[in-house]
């Protein structure tokens, strides 16, 4: 299995920083894919950030220019600094993970706990 861990969230003011970090834990599993999704309180959970193998970088348009993606693909660890924050960045977190079995051709999907992000005006 793969076990996705977050950290970094917490309560900051409009304009301030917060780096989330999120470590995947496995043995058996080879990492495709690392994101960054968030929910906010009565909406749907939506893609934040994205980092593919090879350094591919992807960001919903919410977010370009204020939030970096980075990954450290030897320790499964992805990372996102997130800047100038706006009251419209609070939600959950979630750390989402896409991994190839190494008995399967077939992609698993895992998801961490999530880590509470909340930006004050």
């Known amino acids: 299995q793969v076990q996705p861990v977050e950290s970094g969230g917490g309560l900051v003011q409009a304009g301030g920083s917060l780096r989330l970090s999120c470590t995947a834990s496995t043995s058996t599993f080879s990492i495709n894919r690392m994101a960054w999704y968030r929910q906010a309180p009565g909406k749907q959970r939506e893609l934040v950030a994205v980092?593919?193998?090879?350094?591919?970088?992807n960001y919903a348009d919410s977010v370009k220019g204020r939030f970096t993606i980075s990954r450290d693909e030897a320790k499964n660890t992805v990372y996102l600094q997130m800047n100038n924050l706006k009251p419209e960045d609070t939600g959950v977190y979630y750390c989402?993970?896409?991994?190839?079995?190494?008995?399967?051709?077939?992609?698993?999907?895992?998801w961490g706990q999530g880590t509470q992000v909340t930006v004050s005006s």
């Open positions: 989402n993970v896409i991994a190839l079995p190494m008995w399967s051709s077939h992609t698993r999907d895992f």
């Open positions: 980092a593919s193998n090879g350094g591919n970088t």
